[in-house]
């Protein structure tokens, strides 16, 4: 019995012993890389002293419109600055404010690894042409070229056209003498636009902004931001138990159940229609063209097609930049 306890003790210090040099291996890398990446960038201006491990996210705004506010505000007070820095967690966030300093990095097809923070990204939009890299990204981007192309462009003019009057009948309602915010019903109209262009459907989000697909698209968007600029809801065990981890999941489901009804229900009509080459409706106005239908034709210089969860990624980003920006 002596010796089985011997025994036991000496495994549960060896374990403790492994257990601690890998915390203090993990430490040592994590404090070693972040004190390199400081003295790197120690010369460039930042918006406040940063705390160890959280930097400067207890500063930062909570809502998505104050936050920006707050980075515009701060760009105008280092405006003799080339950019400055901003440490959300361990990770440096630069913000460039000069025509010089954007080119370079948007000109640059090369470094195209994305920060940290874009993995929260990963549930809904995949790994599209917003946050893939390396040889998928430009891949992906050589196929999806050709369907930005001017010719094909106009033909979204008459939605663009249709719904901008609505708008404006909105904008129309609103006007007295006391100022309004036009903002929600300008992202209603781009929502409008951009549903209709990309997938081909209707969601009447001016006339209905209550739906669930418009309120998720809306609220998902302010629930992945909003945990990009919280280091300590980065882990998902933290982020479910204490943050909008539940959430989250509800929005993402109806986000994805909807584009992803879509996708079939056009994919289904094209095999339908194929060999039809009757392009006017019933109405004798011509057959739109959307952007999910030329997803659906694409192929690469092998001739693959692109899947419905490629599809979707990239259907899903522009309803996620719509909304973003």
Known sequence: MAVLAVSGFSAALLGS???VAVLTYLTYRLLSGHLHQWY???DIPEIGPSLPIIGHALMLKRNARDFFNQIVEASEEFRSSPLLKIWVGPIPMMVLYHAETVETLLSNTVHMDKAY???FLHPWLGTGLLTSTGSKWHKRRKMLTPTFHFSILTEFLEVMN???DILVDKLGREVGEDPFNCFNHITLCALDIICETAMGKKIYAQSNSSSDYVQSVYKMTDIIT???RMPWFWPDLSYNMFGEGLEHNRRLKTLQSFTSSVIHERADHLRSSEGDTDSVSEQGT???QA???MLL????????MLTHQDIQEEVDTFMFEVRGH
């Open 17 to 19: 012993s492994v257990f």
């Open 40 to 42: 790197q960038l120690k």
């Open 117 to 119: 923070p874009y993995v």
């Open 162 to 164: 249709e719904q901008a």
């Open 226 to 228: 909003r945990r990009q």
């Open 286 to 288: 011509r057959k739109r």
């Open 291 to 293: 952007f999910l239908d």
């Open 297 to 304: 034709k694409t192929e690469d210089g092998a001739g693959n």
